[in-house]
C-alpha cells in the first residue's frame, strides 16, 4: 500500500493549490481518505477527509468554506483543493489512509489512520 501526495508550492496570501494523493496496491474508494498537515513546532493535524462508506467528507473549522475534498475512483486519487491560502495554512501536507470504520468524532484524528504518503510541502507568503 503506498500513498502519493503531490501539488505543494509556494504560493502568495489568496492564492490556490491542488493536492493529490494516488493510491497505489489497494482500491482508494474502499478506505476513508484524510489530508493532514503539520507546521513547524506543531502537532499533526486533520484538514478534511472523505469517508468511505458515504462519501461523507468533514473539514477543520480553520479551512471550511476555503478547501474541497475530491474522490475520483477512475484515477484512485483524492484531491485537496485548496483556496484563499493564509499564511498559516503553511506546512507540510499528507494524505492517510483509514480502513478502520471512522465516526463524525474520529474522522480527523490521526490516530486512526493506518496508512501514510510522504507529505508535501506548502509555503503560503504574506
Known amino acids: 500500500v503506498q500513498l502519493q501526495a503531490s501539488g505543494g508550492g509556494l504560493v502568495q496570501t489568496g492564492g490556490s493549490l491542488r493536492l493529490s494523493c494516488l493510491a497505489s496496491?489497494?482500491?482508494?474508494?474502499?478506505?476513508?481518505i484524510g489530508w493532514f498537515r503539520q507546521a513547524p513546532g506543531k502537532e499533526r493535524e486533520g484538514v478534511s477527509c472523505?469517508?468511505?462508506?458515504?462519501?461523507?467528507?468533514k473539514y477543520a473549522e480553520s479551512v471550511k468554506g476555503r478547501f474541497t475534498i475530491s474522490r475520483d475512483n477512475a484515477k484512485n486519487t483524492v484531491c485537496l483543493q485548496m483556496n484563499s491560502l493564509k499564511p498559516e495554512d503553511t506546512a507540510v501536507y499528507f494524505c492517510?489512509?483509514?480502513?478502520?470504520?471512522?465516526?463524525?468524532?474520529?474522522?480527523?484524528?490521526?490516530?486512526?489512520?493506518?496508512?501514510w504518503g510522504q507529505g508535501t510541502e506548502v509555503t503560503v507568503s504574506s
Open positions: 492517510a489512509a483509514s480502513t478502520n470504520g471512522l465516526i463524525s468524532t474520529t474522522m480527523l484524528n490521526p490516530y486512526y489512520y493506518n496508512y
Open positions: 496496491g489497494f482500491t482508494l474508494q474502499y478506505a476513508t
Open positions: 472523505i469517508r468511505n462508506s458515504d462519501r461523507r467528507t
